[in-house]
């Protein structure tokens, strides 16, 4: 699985698990996780910005597409997955819905702290995940 946000860190992260894929003849799951506030605070009217399904959905798609523009899939089979939720937490999830062996993901995102120390959510899966996890540079 290959948890995205289109930045280059991820697209690198991607690269890098094309070749693997290729190597042993294995599926690649893209997400992207369209972070609501909901996810890590809960429901509160008094604070929400009301996002359509629609908005949600439609980010994740262009994300998707922004990740995969220029590179070449080759013969390896992709499952593009948008959800949306708080970033490592639904990564940790679909560990266990879509029984991966492997997460490869970039080192930073476009967090508020981009670039600085290994990205949060990076950080977090490191620590959480029950499968392998692979940070490209």
Not at 78 to 96: R, Y
């Amino acid at each position: 699985m290959v948890p995205t946000d289109a930045s280059e860190f991820s697209r690198r992260a991607l690269t890098a698990a094309l070749e693997m894929a290729r190597m042993f003849q294995a599926e690649v799951v893209l997400l992207f996780v369209t972070y609501v506030p909901e996810a890590y605070w809960g429901y509160n009217p008094a604070y929400t910005i009301e996002i359509s399904k629609d908005e949600i959905s439609e980010t994740g798609n262009q994300v998707l597409r922004d990740t995969l523009a220029g590179i070449d899939l080759g013969d390896v089979p992709l499952k593009k997955k948008s959800i949306p939720g708080h970033p490592s937490s639904v990564i940790l999830e679909e560990v266990s819905n879509e029984n991966i062996d492997l997460i490869v993901m970039g080192s930073h995102g476009y967090g508020p702290i981009a670039r600085a120390v290994l990205g949060s959510v990076s950080q977090r899966v490191l620590r959480k995940s029950t499968c392998s996890v692979l940070i490209v540079k």
